[in-house]
């Protein structure tokens, strides 16, 4: 009785099978739902008994008019082992389609949710199960190969899988502590904190992205996410990489992590500009984009990338190379922005007036270098190590330019006008000043010259400014030559010669006072200044000779006694001293020495070459019986050294 209670029940699963069963994955349903109901109705029974009705039907067996009837008391044969020819049985299933068709149903609920799954962590806990069934699953079909068909399906539910875990994946990192957020893919929500998240000063909205204030503190990381987040995002990839989808991953990460690296750029109050743009820019704009670059490149490289790296290895820990490419994905972009304002700025204009700027973006590069090692240590961001790398040597470039334009713009400086009075020029007050400015970074300037650069961004040797013999200081010496002979084209087109000494007297004082009183000093050398100051001296000497020669030779009236110029005679030298002496005095008054230390020494050779002989003249004047008391002398020896010392105090004395 109880066999026959069995068959009997067997028989109506059957039917209720063969009427609701409209789909494989619908009768796999109903009968895994009666298995679990009771025990007597076995997977394996059920399935033997569905052979035995299907080989009965295919034998011709049934009720008229070819209606299907339930029997009273069905026997219960064994399955059959191939269905008869013709036949209409479905083949049996395998426990991998169940598997399969079990991981669909579940995985289905969760894809096809309207809210993100990991705001609730048992909702997420099943998924990533069931993605890692599914993830063996295909593994195992795919060694086996046998059922190519199967395979294709459980491809294309972990394709769905993937998906859908992309998208948590992005919204996490996007949104980390939101519950319910509009996450990309198409989650629902309702809008009501978009507003809030995207607009005004978050900077996403219309409204101007406000600028970050300065940092002096770069010792700093930015954990862009907490730590329970990380390890979420991290279950996440490691199973879209198991999947064979990390490329998938890596750029997904990037996608997500690129707008926060954009703004966070933004914020720093850098804009993009192309080449084209900064080259047609004024110098002033420039400048003003160079004071921003500068804390920007340093902020971005020595802060926000190395954050960058620290939170993609923590995401990706173990998931080699797809860390590495999600990390230079994400900030690449936004690196090579900064590098290519610095690339165009090198090719710009090199007029000598930029080279402190392009000095100060030089050195912000340079110092960058040694700490980027560890950050692109890995073959994919060396190349962006490298583009770093290349930007400070062509900025250094543009310095070894823009002195080589300083010797340019020196020697086109026309000799047309003479300066006043033989005073300093201004292109000698120009290069003067600003030699001794640029000594301010010869370090700097020095290992650019030197041109002898490691890879790691160091001078391969040392470098000693302070020695006459370095590149700086030679082409410093260079420029200091190619001003000299400028200055001596100038002082021909004065026609006094007498005032072109003073010319070169006034410009080559000036250059030692500022050699002197500076770094030049160091690196030009004492040799150097005291081949100057001779220069000087000769140029004094030559001045005294062709001004003050002619009245020198006027006043020699030789010895006393025999053979002595009679009073006449020193009577018409006295004239002649009179008129030439005023004639330097109305011209020279209005010259210039403008160190006070020359302007002295200059009176004083006067007064030495001059005082003594005219002194001996009025002597020998007031001493002739012929002149007698109608002597009339114009100018007293005080007179004539009370002119002297109002030489050369220029046209306002």
Not at 210 to 219: F, G, L, R, S
Not at 405 to 430: F, S, W
Request: aromatic content about 8%.
């Amino acid at each position: 009785m109880a066999e026959d209670g069995e068959e009997k029940l067997l028989a109506t699963v059957q039917h209720i099978v063969q009427t609701l069963g409209s789909s494989d994955t619908m009768t796999e349903d109903i009968l895994k739902v009666f298995s679990n109901y009771d025990g007597r109705l076995s997977l394996d029974k059920i399935y033997a008994a569905r052979g035995a009705v299907a080989a009965a039907a295919g034998g011709g067996g049934g009720g008229g008019g070819g209606e299907r009837s339930m029997p009273a008391s069905p026997p219960l044969p064994p399955p059959p082992a191939v269905a008869a020819p013709g036949s209409s049985a479905r083949p049996p299933v395998t426990s991998m389609e169940r598997t399969v068709r079990t991981l669909d149903r579940q995985i289905s609920q969760f894809v096809t949710m309207d809210r993100l799954i990991w705001a609730d962590s048992g909702d997420a806990d099943a998924f990533l199960e069931a993605v890692d069934d599914l993830i063996g699953t295909v593994q195992e079909l795919d060694a086996a190969g046998t059922n190519r068909v199967l395979l294709d399906r459980a491809d294309e539910l972990l394709s769905r899988c993937m998906a859908r875990l992309e998208d948590e994946f992005r919204a996490l990192i996007e949104r980390p502590d939101d519950a319910a957020p509009s996450a990309p893919g198409g989650f629902a929500s309702d809008g009501s904190d978009d507003e809030d998240f995207y607009g005004g000063e978050d900077g996403y909205g219309d409204e101007p992205i406000p600028i970050a204030k300065p940092v002096t503190d770069y010792d700093v990381v930015i954990d862009a996410l907490s730590p329970g987040s990380i390890a979420n995002v991290h279950q996440i990839s490691r199973r879209m990489v198991d999947a064979g989808f990390g490329r998938e991953c890596a750029e997904a990460y990037a996608a997500a992590r690129r707008g926060f690296v954009d703004e966070s750029v933004a914020r720093l109050g850098v804009r993009p500009r192309t080449a084209e743009e900064v080259h047609a820019s004024p110098w002033e704009e420039l400048e003003f984009d160079i004071a921003r670059w500068i804390p920007a490149f340093n902020m971005v490289f020595r802060i926000l990338i190395p954050s960058e790296r620290r939170l993609c290895d923590r995401v990706f820990d173990g998931l080699a190379p797809f860390g590495d490419l999600a990390f230079i994905a994400a900030v690449r972009t936004q690196a090579l922005q900064l590098i290519s304002f610095g690339d165009a700025i090198s090719s710009s204009s090199r007029s000598p007036e930029r080279l402190f700027r392009v000095v100060d973006m030089y050195e912000a590069v340079r110092d960058i270098l040694p700490d980027l090692d560890p950050v692109f240590s890995d073959p994919y961001s060396a190349a962006l190590r490298a583009e770093v790398s290349a930007v400070r040597n062509t900025l250094g470039s543009s310095i070894k330019g823009i002195f080589m334009e300083l010797e340019n713009l020196i020697r086109r400086d026309p000799a047309r006008v003479a300066t006043p009075g033989g005073g300093i020029h201004p292109i000698t007050r120009y290069v003067m000043n600003y030699l001794r400015a640029a000594c301010g970074s010869r370090q700097t300037l020095e290992e650019v010259m030197e041109g002898d650069l490691s890879a790691g961004g160091r001078a391969a040797a040392s470098v000693d400014p302070d020695r006459p013999t370095s590149s700086l200081a030679v082409h410093i010496a260079w420029i200091m030559d190619v001003l000299h002979k400028n200055l001596d084209t100038k002082s021909k087109i004065y026609r006094d010669p007498s005032l072109a000494c003073i010319f070169l007297m006034n410009n080559g004082k000036y250059i030692i006072q500022k050699v002197n009183d500076s770094e030049l000093g160091v690196l030009l050398g004492d040799d150097w200044i005291k081949q100057l100051s001779t220069r000087v001296r000769r140029w004094s000497m030559d001045y005294q000779r062709s001004t003050w020669g002619k009245v020198t030779t006027v006043l020699q009236i030789g010895g006393s006694g025999v053979g002595a110029l009679p009073a006449k005679a020193m009577l018409q030298k006295l004239r002649m001293f009179n008129t030439y002496f005023e004639e330097i005095y109305a011209v020279q008054s209005e010259w210039m020495v403008a160190d006070d230390q020359l302007r002295m020494d200059v009176r004083s050779a006067v007064e030495d070459s001059v005082m003594p002989a005219y002194a001996a003249l009025i002597a020998r004047l007031k001493s002739a019986p012929e002149t007698g008391r109608d002597l009339y002398i114009k100018y007293t020896p005080e007179d004539v050294e009370a002119h002297i010392q109002h030489l050369f105090e220029g046209a306002a004395k």
